[in-house]
T-cell receptor, first 114, second 113 residues
Framework: EAQVTQNPRYLITVTGKKLTVTCSQN?????MSWYRQDPGLGLRQIYY???????DKGDVPEGYKVSRKEKRNFPLILESPSPNQTSLYFC?????????????FGPGTRLLVL | EDQVTQSPEALRLQEGESSSLNCSYT??????LFWYRQDPGKGPEFLFT???AGEEKEKERLKATLTKKESFLHITAPKPEDSATYLC??????????????FGPGTSLSVIP
Protein backbone atom coordinates (compact mmCIF):
# COMPACT_ATOMS: atom_id res chain seq x y z
CA GLU A 1 0.00 0.00 0.00
CA ALA A 2 1.32 3.42 -1.01
CA GLN A 3 1.80 5.51 2.08
CA VAL A 4 3.69 8.17 4.00
CA THR A 5 4.40 7.31 7.61
CA GLN A 6 5.38 9.64 10.42
CA ASN A 7 6.63 8.91 13.91
CA PRO A 8 5.81 9.69 16.58
CA ARG A 9 2.14 10.62 16.11
CA TYR A 10 2.00 12.52 19.40
CA LEU A 11 4.84 14.07 21.33
CA ILE A 12 5.07 16.17 24.48
CA THR A 13 8.48 17.65 25.23
CA VAL A 14 10.13 20.50 27.09
CA THR A 15 11.84 23.61 25.82
CA GLY A 16 15.36 22.97 24.57
CA LYS A 17 15.24 19.18 24.37
CA LYS A 18 16.29 18.12 20.87
CA LEU A 19 13.83 15.95 19.00
CA THR A 20 13.44 14.28 15.60
CA VAL A 21 10.23 13.47 13.77
CA THR A 22 10.72 10.78 11.17
CA CYS A 23 9.03 10.59 7.79
CA SER A 24 9.19 7.73 5.35
CA GLN A 25 7.50 7.04 1.99
CA ASN A 26 7.35 3.81 -0.02
CA UNK A 27 6.48 5.29 -3.43
CA UNK A 28 9.97 6.17 -4.67
CA UNK A 29 8.96 9.83 -4.80
CA UNK A 30 11.59 12.47 -5.49
CA UNK A 31 9.86 15.39 -3.77
CA MET A 32 9.30 15.43 -0.01
CA SER A 33 8.16 18.25 2.20
CA TRP A 34 7.35 19.23 5.78
CA TYR A 35 4.43 21.47 6.77
CA ARG A 36 3.08 22.80 9.99
CA GLN A 37 -0.63 23.49 10.44
CA ASP A 38 -1.88 26.06 12.95
CA PRO A 39 -5.44 27.32 13.53
CA GLY A 40 -6.14 30.38 11.42
CA LEU A 41 -2.82 30.10 9.58
CA GLY A 42 -3.40 27.00 7.51
CA LEU A 43 -0.61 24.79 6.19
CA ARG A 44 2.79 26.44 5.94
CA GLN A 45 5.76 24.83 4.28
CA ILE A 46 8.85 24.42 6.47
CA TYR A 47 11.39 22.66 4.23
CA TYR A 48 11.27 20.63 1.06
CA UNK A 49 13.58 18.32 -0.82
CA UNK A 50 13.73 17.68 -4.55
CA UNK A 51 15.87 14.57 -4.18
CA UNK A 52 18.63 12.96 -2.11
CA UNK A 53 20.98 15.58 -0.65
CA UNK A 54 18.90 18.44 -2.15
CA UNK A 55 16.93 20.46 0.39
CA ASP A 56 15.61 24.01 0.50
CA LYS A 57 13.75 26.34 2.83
CA GLY A 58 10.02 26.85 2.69
CA ASP A 59 8.22 29.81 4.22
CA VAL A 60 8.83 29.06 7.91
CA PRO A 61 12.21 27.28 8.27
CA GLU A 62 13.47 29.04 11.42
CA GLY A 63 14.15 26.61 14.26
CA TYR A 64 14.06 23.50 12.06
CA LYS A 65 16.58 21.33 10.25
CA VAL A 66 16.13 18.54 7.72
CA SER A 67 18.28 16.01 5.94
CA ARG A 68 17.73 13.73 2.94
CA LYS A 69 20.31 10.98 2.96
CA GLU A 70 18.01 8.36 1.44
CA LYS A 71 15.22 8.83 -1.05
CA ARG A 72 12.54 7.34 1.18
CA ASN A 73 13.33 9.24 4.42
CA PHE A 74 13.07 12.92 5.30
CA PRO A 75 13.42 13.55 9.04
CA LEU A 76 12.54 16.88 10.67
CA ILE A 77 14.87 17.96 13.46
CA LEU A 78 14.12 20.52 16.16
CA GLU A 79 17.50 21.25 17.76
CA SER A 80 16.12 23.39 20.58
CA PRO A 81 12.31 23.32 20.56
CA SER A 82 10.37 26.31 21.85
CA PRO A 83 6.69 26.66 22.77
CA ASN A 84 5.92 28.49 19.52
CA GLN A 85 6.77 25.27 17.70
CA THR A 86 3.75 23.59 19.26
CA SER A 87 1.79 22.57 16.20
CA LEU A 88 0.46 19.79 13.99
CA TYR A 89 3.17 18.66 11.55
CA PHE A 90 2.65 16.90 8.24
CA CYS A 91 5.13 15.24 5.95
CA UNK A 92 4.25 14.85 2.28
CA UNK A 93 5.77 13.31 -0.82
CA UNK A 94 5.08 13.54 -4.53
CA UNK A 95 6.28 12.46 -7.93
CA UNK A 96 6.20 14.33 -11.20
CA UNK A 97 4.46 12.00 -13.61
CA UNK A 98 3.35 13.29 -16.97
CA UNK A 99 3.29 16.78 -15.47
CA UNK A 100 1.03 15.87 -12.57
CA UNK A 101 2.08 16.67 -9.01
CA UNK A 102 0.17 14.69 -6.46
CA UNK A 103 1.23 15.14 -2.87
CA UNK A 104 0.57 12.29 -0.49
CA PHE A 105 0.40 13.40 3.12
CA GLY A 106 1.27 11.48 6.24
CA PRO A 107 -1.13 11.18 9.18
CA GLY A 108 0.43 14.06 11.11
CA THR A 109 2.46 14.50 14.29
CA ARG A 110 0.95 16.56 17.07
CA LEU A 111 3.73 18.27 19.04
CA LEU A 112 3.39 20.09 22.35
CA VAL A 113 6.43 21.99 23.66
CA LEU A 114 6.17 23.00 27.31
CA GLU B 1 4.24 38.27 -2.22
CA ASP B 2 2.67 34.99 -3.32
CA GLN B 3 -0.65 34.41 -1.63
CA VAL B 4 -3.64 32.08 -1.75
CA THR B 5 -6.97 33.02 -0.16
CA GLN B 6 -10.19 31.03 0.10
CA SER B 7 -13.82 31.91 0.64
CA PRO B 8 -16.05 31.38 2.40
CA GLU B 9 -14.25 30.40 5.58
CA ALA B 10 -17.12 28.05 6.44
CA LEU B 11 -20.11 26.81 4.48
CA ARG B 12 -23.14 24.93 5.68
CA LEU B 13 -25.30 23.18 3.07
CA GLN B 14 -28.36 21.00 3.11
CA GLU B 15 -27.88 17.60 1.51
CA GLY B 16 -28.46 18.03 -2.23
CA GLU B 17 -27.87 21.80 -2.19
CA SER B 18 -25.16 22.54 -4.77
CA SER B 19 -22.62 25.32 -4.21
CA SER B 20 -19.10 26.53 -5.04
CA LEU B 21 -15.97 27.21 -3.04
CA ASN B 22 -13.60 29.95 -4.17
CA CYS B 23 -9.80 30.03 -4.24
CA SER B 24 -8.08 33.28 -5.28
CA TYR B 25 -4.37 33.26 -5.96
CA THR B 26 -1.70 35.89 -6.40
CA UNK B 27 1.51 34.22 -7.51
CA UNK B 28 4.37 35.19 -9.78
CA UNK B 29 3.23 33.05 -12.68
CA UNK B 30 1.00 30.12 -11.80
CA UNK B 31 2.63 26.74 -12.31
CA UNK B 32 -0.09 24.58 -10.76
CA LEU B 33 -3.25 24.93 -8.67
CA PHE B 34 -4.19 22.08 -6.34
CA TRP B 35 -7.27 21.10 -4.39
CA TYR B 36 -7.17 18.88 -1.32
CA ARG B 37 -9.72 17.54 1.11
CA GLN B 38 -8.86 17.28 4.82
CA ASP B 39 -10.88 15.37 7.39
CA PRO B 40 -10.48 16.28 11.08
CA GLY B 41 -7.24 14.94 12.58
CA LYS B 42 -6.00 13.58 9.24
CA GLY B 43 -3.59 14.61 6.54
CA PRO B 44 -4.88 16.34 3.40
CA GLU B 45 -5.99 14.09 0.57
CA PHE B 46 -5.24 15.13 -3.01
CA LEU B 47 -8.21 15.86 -5.27
CA PHE B 48 -7.16 17.80 -8.39
CA THR B 49 -4.34 19.63 -10.14
CA UNK B 50 -5.10 22.39 -12.69
CA UNK B 51 -2.44 24.00 -14.86
CA UNK B 52 -4.02 26.49 -17.23
CA ALA B 53 -6.98 28.87 -17.41
CA GLY B 54 -10.07 27.14 -18.78
CA GLU B 55 -9.03 23.73 -17.52
CA GLU B 56 -11.64 21.62 -15.68
CA LYS B 57 -11.36 18.38 -13.70
CA GLU B 58 -14.18 16.24 -12.30
CA LYS B 59 -14.44 13.52 -9.68
CA GLU B 60 -17.80 12.21 -8.53
CA ARG B 61 -19.72 15.24 -7.17
CA LEU B 62 -16.74 17.59 -7.39
CA LYS B 63 -15.65 19.74 -10.30
CA ALA B 64 -12.68 22.10 -10.24
CA THR B 65 -12.24 24.97 -12.68
CA LEU B 66 -9.48 27.52 -13.19
CA THR B 67 -9.36 31.11 -14.42
CA LYS B 68 -6.42 33.50 -14.55
CA LYS B 69 -7.09 34.75 -11.02
CA GLU B 70 -9.10 32.11 -9.22
CA SER B 71 -10.27 28.55 -9.03
CA PHE B 72 -13.66 27.18 -8.09
CA LEU B 73 -14.59 23.86 -6.55
CA HIS B 74 -18.18 23.11 -7.48
CA ILE B 75 -20.02 20.58 -5.36
CA THR B 76 -23.12 19.12 -7.00
CA ALA B 77 -25.83 17.56 -4.81
CA PRO B 78 -23.52 17.15 -1.81
CA LYS B 79 -23.91 14.35 0.71
CA PRO B 80 -23.00 14.38 4.43
CA GLU B 81 -19.81 12.43 3.66
CA ASP B 82 -18.58 15.44 1.66
CA SER B 83 -18.24 17.34 4.95
CA ALA B 84 -14.56 18.28 5.35
CA THR B 85 -12.15 21.17 5.01
CA TYR B 86 -11.20 21.87 1.40
CA LEU B 87 -7.74 23.30 0.83
CA CYS B 88 -6.42 25.09 -2.19
CA UNK B 89 -2.68 25.40 -2.94
CA UNK B 90 -0.51 26.90 -5.66
CA UNK B 91 3.00 26.68 -7.03
CA UNK B 92 4.65 29.45 -9.01
CA UNK B 93 7.12 29.75 -11.86
CA UNK B 94 9.20 32.33 -10.02
CA UNK B 95 12.79 31.19 -9.78
CA UNK B 96 13.04 32.02 -6.09
CA UNK B 97 9.97 30.01 -5.16
CA UNK B 98 9.66 27.49 -7.99
CA UNK B 99 9.33 24.41 -5.85
CA UNK B 100 7.45 25.89 -2.90
CA UNK B 101 3.80 25.09 -2.29
CA UNK B 102 1.54 27.84 -0.90
CA PHE B 103 -1.67 26.77 0.80
CA GLY B 104 -4.80 28.78 1.42
CA PRO B 105 -6.49 28.71 4.85
CA GLY B 106 -9.24 26.34 3.73
CA THR B 107 -13.04 26.26 3.59
CA SER B 108 -14.82 24.15 6.20
CA LEU B 109 -17.83 22.48 4.57
CA SER B 110 -20.68 20.96 6.55
CA VAL B 111 -23.44 19.06 4.73
CA ILE B 112 -26.54 18.56 6.81
CA PRO B 113 -28.80 15.53 6.14
Amino acid sequence: EAQVTQNPRYLITVTGKKLTVTCSQNMNHEYMSWYRQDPGLGLRQIYYSMNVEVTDKGDVPEGYKVSRKEKRNFPLILESPSPNQTSLYFCASSSLFRGQETQYFGPGTRLLVL
Amino acid sequence: EDQVTQSPEALRLQEGESSSLNCSYTVSGLRGLFWYRQDPGKGPEFLFTLYSAGEEKEKERLKATLTKKESFLHITAPKPEDSATYLCAATSTAKTSYDKVIFGPGTSLSVIP
